[in-house]
């Protein structure tokens, strides 16, 4: 029997190493057909998963009480697995290079702990050749085994979308990749046992890193292209949503719009490729051009909230301020990456405190990664202006009565309302007066 057939009939197991975003939905999913060892190093959230609490609301707290995953924090605990998943974030320093030390880490703790005849999996994303250059070293120092001869290494790209309850593991195609042939068929039977759109065999490691990083970098020039004509169109005064609508009418029209662009993946990934370029002596020209226009939205944003306070008549220094929603996406309680704190600082530049409130977010995260506390929507009252910066389900129920009793009492012309991805009806908002804007 060859280590998959030993997986499926459950005398052998499937670890998950990183129980976040993307390593839990992995983890549940195995769990229902195979063994399946859960491992993070965090003990707080290991215990949150004991008790049937999903911090990530990805896949819900029923789900995690029901599961059969062992949660751990032991790392010893991996010695009973012969597949291993690597699945930690990937982000980038405050300069924008890569920073590997999650996957390195993850390496070394799966390598001291590595039997003969395992697979290691890595999901990460990275630029082409981690895998190979960064993660294989690692994992044999930690080991003292050889790659290729006691254990054996592939590279699948995760590509689950956080708060997507449509677009899951199970049915997005899995592209998947081994060092050799052998290590190819069993990573792609493994994974064909839980993804039901199959699996697409990339023919090499490298080509599998690259993929998953262009994805994630199509998408990032595609949205910069539409804040670029947001902010031409701004200046034309055309509204950009209207634009949009009359040109999505053609069939072969991208149906993308414009936005603040955060988190863990499209506002990352592409910096992992320019980096890989730069070394390679080749200066990015389109993937560069499209991060600063997108990493430049929030001051962009703010500066545009002061000049409608101006034409409202609102003095800009203390102006009252509401923002509504903070995490990078909707619907999601992820804040890693938000762009939502780039119109915070800049806001502050100002003289401006404003007063955050987001339903969805994870606020012990909030105050520990950005010292931000939320207040609730009902304790939003006496604001000169107001922004509804994520679309939350919870927000597209505000009604003009509810943004009314948030405002102060005064002339709606003397009231700024910033509705970044154009939620609410604009026609409608002009002519109740108030000083409307929208990307």
């Given at each position: 029997?060859?280590?998959?057939?030993?997986?499926?009939?459950?005398?052998?197991?499937?670890?998950?190493?990183?129980?976040?975003?993307?390593?839990?939905?992995?983890?549940?999913?195995?769990?229902?057909?195979?063994?399946?060892?859960?491992?993070?190093i965090?003990?707080?959230?290991?215990?949150?998963?004991?008790?049937?609490i999903?911090?990530?609301?990805?896949?819900?707290?029923?789900i995690?009480?029901?599961t059969?995953?062992?949660?751990?924090?032991?790392?010893?605990?991996?010695r009973?697995?012969?597949?291993h998943?690597?699945?930690?974030?990937?982000?980038?320093?405050?300069?924008?290079?890569?920073?590997?030390?999650?996957?390195?880490?993850?390496?070394?703790?799966?390598?001291?702990?590595?039997?003969?005849?395992?697979?290691?999996?890595?999901?990460?994303?990275?630029?082409?050749?981690?895998?190979?250059?960064?993660?294989?070293?690692?994992l044999?120092?930690?080991?003292?085994m050889?790659?290729?001869?006691?254990?054996?290494?592939g590279?699948?790209?995760?590509?689950?979308?956080?708060?997507?309850?449509?677009?899951?593991?199970?049915?997005?195609?899995?592209?998947v990749?081994?060092?050799?042939?052998?290590?190819?068929?069993?990573?792609?039977q493994?994974?064909?046992?839980?993804?039901?759109?199959?699996?697409y065999?990339?023919?090499?490691?490298k080509?599998?890193?690259?993929?998953?990083?262009?994805?994630?970098?199509q998408r990032?020039?595609?949205?910069?292209?539409?804040?670029?004509?947001?902010?031409?169109?701004?200046k034309?005064?055309?509204?950009?949503?209207?634009?949009?609508k009359?040109?999505g009418?053609?069939?072969?029209?991208?149906?993308f719009?414009?936005?603040?662009v955060?988190?863990?993946?499209?506002?990352?990934?592409?910096?992992?490729?320019?980096?890989?370029?730069?070394?390679?002596?080749?200066?990015?020209?389109?993937?560069?051009?499209?991060?600063?226009?997108?990493d430049?939205?929030?001051?962009?944003?703010?500066?545009n909230?002061?000049?409608?306070?101006?034409?409202?008549?609102?003095?800009?220094?203390?102006?009252?301020?509401?923002?509504?929603?903070?995490?990078?996406?909707?619907?999601?309680?992820?804040?890693?990456?938000?762009k939502?704190?780039?119109?915070?600082?800049?806001?502050?530049?100002?003289?401006?405190?404003?007063?955050?409130?987001?339903?969805?977010?994870?606020?012990?995260?909030?105050?520990?990664?950005?010292?931000i506390?939320?207040?609730?929507?009902e304790?939003?009252?006496?604001?000169?202006a107001i922004?509804?910066?994520?679309?939350?389900?919870?927000?597209?129920?505000?009604?003009?009565?509810?943004?009314e009793?948030?405002?102060?009492?005064?002339?709606?012309?003397?009231k700024?309302?910033?509705?970044?991805?154009g939620l609410?009806?604009?026609?409608?908002?002009?002519?109740l007066?108030y000083?409307?804007w929208?990307?």
């Amino acid at each position: 029997m060859n280590l998959y057939e030993k997986i499926r009939d459950r005398e052998e197991k499937i670890s998950l190493i990183g129980l976040g975003y993307v390593g839990m939905p992995i983890a549940v999913s195995f769990a229902k057909k195979v063994n399946v060892i859960g491992f993070d190093i965090s003990k707080e959230k290991i215990e949150l998963y004991k008790r049937g609490i999903d911090p990530t609301k990805e896949v819900g707290n029923e789900i995690i009480r029901d599961t059969t995953i062992e949660f751990t924090s032991d790392e010893k605990r991996l010695r009973e697995s012969k597949f291993h998943i690597v699945a930690v974030p990937t982000p980038v320093n405050s300069d924008h290079t890569p920073d590997l030390r999650p996957v390195e880490s993850a390496s070394r703790t799966v390598g001291r702990n590595l039997t003969r005849g395992s697979i290691v999996v890595f999901e990460s994303t990275v630029y082409p050749g981690v895998t190979e250059e960064i993660c294989i070293p690692i994992l044999e120092k930690e080991s003292g085994m050889i790659c290729g001869k006691d254990f054996k290494v592939g590279y699948s790209p995760e590509r689950i979308n956080p708060g997507d309850k449509v677009h899951r593991l199970e049915t997005i195609v899995k592209v998947v990749s081994g060092m050799d042939e052998e290590s190819l068929d069993i990573i792609a039977q493994v994974y064909e046992l839980v993804v039901i759109a199959g699996v697409y065999r990339a023919e090499s490691i490298k080509v599998a890193e690259a993929a998953k990083v262009i994805e994630n970098s199509q998408r990032d020039i595609n949205i910069a292209f539409m804040n670029e004509l947001s902010i031409i169109f701004n200046k034309m005064g055309i509204d950009t949503n209207a634009v949009l609508k009359a040109a999505g009418t053609k069939w072969n029209f991208l149906k993308f719009t414009p936005g603040l662009v955060g988190g863990h993946c499209i506002g990352v990934d592409p910096y992992y490729l320019t980096y890989k370029a730069e070394q390679l002596g080749y200066h990015s020209q389109i993937i560069l051009s499209g991060r600063k226009i997108n990493d430049d939205m929030g001051r962009y944003v703010a500066e545009n909230l002061i000049k409608k306070l101006i034409k409202a008549d609102v003095s800009v220094k203390d102006a009252k301020v509401a923002i509504l929603g903070f995490t990078f996406k909707e619907n999601c309680p992820d804040i890693r990456n938000t762009k939502v704190i780039d119109i915070i600082n800049e806001l502050k530049e100002y003289g401006i405190h404003p007063i955050i409130a987001d339903p969805e977010a994870d606020s012990d995260e909030a105050v520990h990664e950005y010292g931000i506390e939320f207040e609730t929507i009902e304790e939003i009252f006496d604001m000169d202006a107001i922004v509804i910066a994520v679309g939350h389900d919870r927000f597209l129920n505000l009604s003009d009565k509810d943004f009314e009793r948030m405002f102060k009492k005064a002339p709606n012309e003397n009231k700024v309302l910033l509705d970044i991805k154009g939620l609410f009806d604009r026609k409608k908002y002009e002519s109740l007066g108030y000083r409307y804007w929208r990307l």
